[in-house]
C-alpha cells in the first residue's frame, strides 16, 4: 500500500511596508503568490484600469485601504459602485469591470485572486485579449515621492 506524500508549502508573510505614495501613475506589487492564488496591493494616483475587461478563469477582489474607487460594473459599465476606505468588490470570474481612483488622494487597494488555470488572460468586451499594459488601459508608470510611503518600510 502507498504511503500519501505529505505537503507541508511554506508559508508567505505579506507587509505593506516600503508603500509608495505617487505623485503620478499607478504601482502595483505581489505581495505573496502560490499555485492558482495571489495577492498584490496596487496604487493608483490618478486614473485606474480604463478599459472594461473581465478575467475569464479567475476570481478576485479589491479592498480599499485608503483613497476612492470607483468601479463600473458589467459589460457596459451602467452599474456603478463606489468604494470608499475599508470596502472593496468581489468579481467572479466572467465578471466585467473597470475601475478609477475617484477620491482626492492616492487609491491604495489590496488585490487578492483565484485562479483555476495557467490562462490568467484579461479580455475585453470584444472577445479579444485586452493586456494590462494595454494602451486603451492608458497605463502611466508610477512616479513615487521621495521618502513618502503609505507603511514606512
Not at 502560490?34 to 486614473?47: L, P, Q, S, T
Not at 460594473?73 to 451602467?78: I, K, N
Not at 468581489?90 to 466585467?96: A, E, I, K, Q
Request: hydrophobic residues 35%; contains cysteine; glycine residues 12%.
Amino acid at each position: 500500500m502507498e504511503q500519501a506524500v505529505k505537503v507541508d508549502p511554506a508559508a508567505q508573510g505579506i507587509s505593506l511596508a516600503g508603500t509608495p505614495v505617487l505623485s503620478l501613475g499607478r504601482y502595483d506589487t505581489v505581495l505573496a503568490a502560490c499555485e492558482g492564488f495571489g495577492a498584490r496591493v496596487k496604487v493608483y494616483y490618478e486614473g485606474g484600469e480604463n478599459a472594461t475587461h473581465t478575467h475569464l478563469k479567475e476570481d478576485h477582489l479589491f479592498f480599499v485601504l485608503a483613497g476612492q474607487a470607483t468601479f463600473h460594473l458589467g459589460r457596459d459599465g451602467e452599474e456603478v459602485k463606489v468604494a470608499n476606505r475599508f470596502e472593496g468588490v468581489l468579481l467572479p470570474r466572467g465578471s466585467y469591470y473597470r475601475f478609477e481612483s475617484s477620491g482626492d488622494e492616492n487609491l491604495v487597494m489590496l488585490r487578492v485572486g483565484a485562479w483555476s488555470a495557467d490562462d490568467r488572460e484579461r479580455t475585453g468586451p470584444d472577445g479579444l485579449p485586452l493586456a494590462g499594459r494595454d494602451p486603451r488601459n492608458k497605463h502611466i508608470d508610477g512616479v513615487s515621492i521621495p521618502g513618502k510611503y503609505f507603511v514606512a518600510p
